[in-house]
């Protein structure tokens, strides 16, 4: 089977490529024939495809006043990706597009393209851009579903993108423009990584078919076998992720364990003056170090405050055993169960916080056992070998064909 992957990013940029190298290596490794689609980059992974690759777009820099204008046509309907992108599908005809992460740079008319090709048709949802404009569903650092429940132009009412109305309403016109267009609508299968986003999108879009295919981590990596020691967070330091509840949680603890932070962000120079006590070790790259870093803590904190979908950091904790203290909110909860693999406490509590943390601190021997049940939770519902294995029934039931 010929299966064409896409994505905007052809590096590992954040957990969507993450999850889009998984897939494209365990397929290959399956005998299928893989191809790829995406933007050029100086980063990119090697690809025999990359000819195909359209330019890099980017929209942070300066820009001359025609560039602006281009920019703002090609974040709607990028003409280039489309010319290209059909190129790549008459050359090779694959059975089945996987689409990832495509919004903006690439653009959803790739998906019209595709069908026109008689391509079977899969987007994996790593995030709320097809309800939320600006893709999270938070407004001024709470959730939001206004876009979701009324017009997509309350995105430029509130001025969601930056604070600024020009880019707020270039995200409204474009999801409007979806919203005409019907790209999504296109799609044979939308997967979802959790039940939550699943209900999520059929509220948006209750015709689609939308199957629960969960994240999948490897499960090669070596438990830890102590209690640990420290505290640990991993991920961006942003308003959303809960990081500021966690370090005033840490302040409120009456009984004494190290917090690291391993992340980078907005805050960072914000949340290290303001709170002396935990450890920031700034961005960690994947590997054998921040391997080491899960591996000995007491748990991960996940105290997330907006809608997780399937959350990386959750299953990279249980890999190594570690229990997670998250946020009872979006996706977190069917990862966790409370009181078995970790504990859940409501965003933005950091009284309720400080006291779970407490209590690991007090009984090491409770976090060492929930660690050990999150690893057997890991092994029987997320492991990559399952994911890719649900995958792999998807593209061939699509195709007609059975395992």
């Known amino acids: 089977m010929k299966i064409l992957y896409v994505n905007k ?16 290596d365990a397929m290959a490794q399956a005998g299928h024939q893989i191809i790829d689609f995406s933007m050029q980059h100086p980063e990119n992974a090697p690809s025999e495809w990359s000819e195909f690759f359209v330019h890099n ?32 599908l008459l050359a090779e005809k694959p059975d089945v597009v996987h689409f ?32 939320c404009p600006s893709y999270t569903m ?40 979806q919203k005409i267009a019907r790209n999504y609508q296109m799609l044979d299968v939308i997967v979802a990584p959790s039940e939550f986003m699943r209900q999520t999108l059929l509220r948006k879009l209750p015709e689609s078919r939308i199957e629960v295919i969960v994240n999948g981590i490897d499960t090669a990596s070596t438990p830890g076998d102590t209690p640990g020691d420290y505290f640990l967070y991993i991920g961006r330091l ?7 509840t966690l370090a005033e949680a840490h302040q409120k603890m009456q009984e004494s364990l190290p917090l690291k932070i391993a992340g980078d962000g907005l805050l960072f120079d914000d949340l290290r003056a303001r709170y002396p006590k935990p450890e920031f070790l700034g961005y960690q790259q994947q590997g054998e170090g921040l391997n080491a870093l899960i591996r000995n803590a007491r748990a991960v904190i996940v105290p997330s405050e907006y809608y997780e979908n399937c959350s990386m950091s959750v299953l990279e904790a249980m890999a190594f055993g570690r229990p997670v203290v998250g946020g009872n909110i979006g996706g977190i909860p069917e990862q966790i169960r409370d009181g078995q693999d970790g504990r859940l406490f409501t965003p933005g509590d950091a009284g309720a916080l400080a006291t779970i943390l407490d209590q690991l601190v007090r009984d090491p021997e409770q976090a060492r056992e929930m660690g050990q049940s999150a690893r057997l939770r890991l092994e029987q519902k997320y492991s990559l070998s399952q994911h890719m294995q649900a995958l792999q029934a998807l593209y061939l039931q699509l195709n007609g064909q059975t395992l």
């Open 238 to 244: 942003s308003r959303e992720k809960g990081v500021a």
């Open 138 to 177: 938070l407004r001024e650092g709470k959730v939001c579903e206004l876009c979701l429940t009324g017009s997509v132009f309350n995105a430029y009412k509130h001025r969601c993108q930056e604070g600024e109305r020009g880019k707020s309403l270039l995200l409204s016109l474009e999801a409007f423009w």
């Open 9 to 24: 990013f052809f590096f590992i940029k954040g957990g969507a490529e993450t999850v889009l190298f998984q897939e494209r």
């Open 57 to 88: 777009v980017d929209y942070h820099g300066s820009h001359s006043l025609w560039d602006k204008v281009q920019a703002g046509k090609d974040f709607i309907y990028n003409s280039r990706a489309v010319e290209k992108f059909n190129a790549l």
């Open 100 to 131: 990832h992460n495509i919004y903006h740079q690439l653009t959803p008319a790739l998906i019209g393209v595709a069908k026109r090709f008689g391509c079977k048709t899969v987007l994996t949802a790593h995030d709320y851009k097809i309800v």
